[in-house]
Each structure stands twice: as structure tokens, then as C-alpha cells.
T-cell receptor, first 117, second 114 residues
Framework: DGGITQSPKYLFRKEGQNVTLSCEQNLNHDAMYWYRQDPGQGLRLIYYSQIVNDFQKGDIAEGYSVSREKKESFPLTVTSAQKNPTAFYLC????????????????FGQGTRLTVV | AQTVTQSQPEMSVQEAETVTLSCTYDTSESNYYLFWYKQPPSRQMILVIRQEAYKQQNATENRFSVNFQKAAKSFSLKISDSQLGDTAMYFCAFMVISTDKLIFGTGTRLQVFP
């Protein structure tokens, strides 16, 4: 089955530790995204990538880092510089909407709930 | 910079009635897509409907339809014959074709009552 997989579903870390969230897709999508979801704030874009070996900062990139070494994978590292990392994180992928008939649609993973104690 | 605004944090509707969720956006781009996504309590994001900015005709998907006003940068979602299963968070989203940047609004929590 084609889809997008995030792991783990729940993650606990001590304050000051870096942690990496996994995101893998087998949909052959070029574009991938990371969002953070907090109550009342919707989905805020952290980083996105249009193609392998390239990525751009979203609206709240501070304290986060990503890599895009393979088309299928877009891991997110939450660093100790992120002041309030406890949140629900969503990864998504999509075809690129380059043409009028591409009909892009973002497919989402099940999310990772990160709790920093 | 692009922004998406959903001014209704919460809405409620009785089963079988119609409800409209509002969304406005701001952009200087001319080529983009607009979306409505649904997030039920399971937190799985589900595409409800998509609108291409170059199309004047409003998109429809069964009980879901949009009112796309490009000049006003407005993109509202109408849900007809509301069902209990429509209870969810609804997010309006915007994708710039040239950059693939996809941004979301803050969401509207919809409760459908029997």
C-alpha cells in the first residue's frame, strides 16, 4: 500500500536532548513538508522540500533542522534550541503543482506526539 | 508572504442542516491552489475539496462545495445535509504553484449535533 509513515507515534525526551522524527513516503512524491500543530494555532509550517537535496524554511524553522538525502525520506530533528518542543508533528508529501492539470494533494502521516520533560 | 485566515474558531450545526465555514487568504501570486482539509478526532488529515485558482467554477464534492471569490480572496466551504461524521477540525490551506509552499489556517472546530 502506498502511503506516508511517521514514527514513532509517541516520543518522550528529556529537556536539552536532540530528537529526530522519521517520515517516509512511497508515493513517489517530490514535495515533502513538516508541520507543528498546537491547540488553537492550526498547522504551522516548519520546513518543506521540493526536491532531493533541497529544502526551505517555513514560518517556524528556528530550533529545527531537516535533511532530504533520499526522495522517500524527510527526517526532522528537534534541537535543544527549540524553546517549547512539546507538540504534535505532522509530515506530508505531495506531487508538485507545476501545471494546471497536476492536481496536487498533500497526503499526511499519522503524526508524532513529542513530549519533552 | 502568504497568509490564511479562518475567523471562526468554533461552529455548530444540527444534523441535516447546512453550515458554511469561512476562509480568507492573502497573496500576490496569481497561480495557486486552495484546499479544505478535515481532521477528525483520530487526527488523520483528509482532503475534502480542492480548487484551482485559474478556474472560475466552484468545486463541489458530494455534500461539500466552495464559494471561491478570487478578487475578494475568499474561499468558504459549505457543508449540506450535515452528518454526525462531519464533526471535526476543518483547515483551509493554500499552495503556491511556483514554490510548492503549502500553508494552513488556524482551523475551525465543527460540531454536528443530533
Amino acid at each position: 500500500d502506498g502511503g506516508i509513515t511517521q514514527s514513532p507515534k509517541y516520543l518522550f525526551r528529556k529537556e536539552g536532548q536532540n530528537v529526530t522524527l522519521s517520515c517516509e513516503q512511497n508515493l513517489n512524491h517530490d514535495a515533502m513538508y513538516w508541520y507543528r500543530q498546537d491547540p488553537g494555532q492550526g498547522l504551522r509550517l516548519i520546513y518543506y522540500s521540493q526536491i532531493v537535496n533541497d529544502f526551505q524554511k517555513g514560518d517556524i524553522a528556528e530550533g529545527y533542522s531537516v535533511s532530504r538525502e533520499k526522495k522517500e525520506s524527510f527526517p526532522l530533528t528537534v534541537t535543544s534550541a527549540q524553546k517549547n518542543p512539546t507538540a504534535f508533528y505532522l509530515c506530508a508529501s505531495s506531487i508538485r503543482g507545476q501545471g494546471r492539470w497536476d492536481n496536487p494533494e498533500a497526503f499526511f502521516g499519522q503524526g508524532t506526539r513529542l513530549t519533552v520533560v | 508572504a502568504q497568509t490564511v485566515t479562518q475567523s471562526q474558531p468554533e461552529m455548530s450545526v444540527q444534523e441535516a442542516e447546512t453550515v458554511t465555514l469561512s476562509c480568507t487568504y492573502d497573496t500576490s501570486e496569481s497561480n495557486y491552489y486552495l484546499f479544505w482539509y478535515k481532521q477528525p478526532p483520530s487526527r488523520q488529515m483528509i482532503l475534502v475539496i480542492r480548487q484551482e485558482a485559474y478556474k472560475q467554477q466552484n468545486a463541489t464534492e458530494n455534500r461539500f462545495s466552495v464559494n471561491f471569490q478570487k478578487a475578494a480572496k475568499s474561499f468558504s466551504l459549505k457543508i449540506s445535509d450535515s452528518q454526525l461524521g462531519d464533526t471535526a477540525m476543518y483547515f483551509c490551506a493554500f499552495m503556491v504553484i511556483s514554490t510548492d509552499k503549502l500553508i494552513f489556517g488556524t482551523g475551525t472546530r465543527l460540531q454536528v449535533f443530533p
